[in-house]
């Protein structure tokens, strides 16, 4: 069993629907909890980063964590064309300097217009 | 700019040899990363560096080598004796001075194709 597991999709959505992309993970050291967004042939970019449960909000994008349950998520608003790209969460446990991260399969979303 | 370069974009190797993929950082970062992507599998980690003239192996190092002789540069060697070696390569790096929040900025990538 992975210690991260993320729907590899695809997810093919409208344009101006709710996205929602969740990740699950067994290893109950892991605090710091990251969604990258990676468009084709690119690197991965960090788009929310979130510390131990609670949710963090950055425009149209939203940010959960439930640590009891084990199961992040990363909700769109008003999803756009631009918005189609690869998400990947990533993870990492705490007391650690050099910031190991352990990421899931990423999901490929696309929204059309 | 501030940034990390990767190159080259794309890379053909023929069965057998030893490749070396560069990585350069001008973001002043300690600790400098290597992932491998294959399709479906996210990424897994190489090797990582947290100084200079140190690293360390990830989940997956056999069949790569590293070096870290400057604190901007982490070069990776595919050897012969990785089996499976085609997949996207991507290095970051990132400054663990903060043991709370650790941004991995990443690079764009190398193809590397076996033939």
């Known amino acids: 069993q992975k210690e991260v597991e993320q729907d590899p999709g695809p997810l093919s959505v409208p344009e101006g629907a709710i996205v929602s992309l969740n990740c699950t993970y067994s290893?109950?050291?892991?605090?710091?909890f990251m969604w990258y967004r990676q468009y084709s042939r690119k690197g991965p970019e960090l788009l929310m980063y979130?510390?131990?449960?609670g949710n963090k909000e950055d425009g149209r994008f939203t940010a959960q964590v439930d640590k009891s349950s084990k199961y992040i998520s990363l909700f769109i608003r008003d999803s756009q064309p631009s918005d189609s790209a690869t998400y990947l969460c990533?993870?990492?446990?705490?007391?650690?300097?050099?910031?190991?991260?352990?990421f899931g399969q990423g999901t490929i979303l696309t929204v059309h217009p | 700019d501030g940034g990390i370069t990767q190159s080259p974009k794309y890379l053909f190797r023929k069965e057998g040899q030893n490749v070396t993929l560069s990585c350069e950082q001008n973001?002043?970062?300690?600790?400098m990363y290597w992932y491998r992507q294959d399709p479906g599998q996210g990424l897994r980690l190489i090797y990582y560096?947290?100084?200079?003239?140190?690293?360390q192996k990830g989940d997956i190092a056999e069949g790569y080598s590293v070096s870290r002789e400057k604190k901007e540069s982490f070069p990776l060697t595919v050897t012969s004796a990785q089996k499976n070696p085609t997949a996207f390569y991507l290095c970051?790096?990132?400054?663990?001075?903060?043991?709370?929040?650790?941004?991995?900025?990443f690079g764009p990538g190398t193809r590397l194709t076996v033939l």
């Open positions: 970051a790096s990132s400054t663990p001075r903060d043991f709370s929040y650790n941004e991995q900025f």
């Open positions: 290893n109950s050291a892991f605090q710091y």
């Open positions: 979130t510390y131990s449960s």
């Open positions: 990533a993870m990492r446990a705490g007391g650690t300097s050099y910031g190991k991260l352990t």
């Open positions: 973001l002043n970062h300690d600790a």
């Open positions: 560096s947290q100084i200079v003239n140190d690293f």
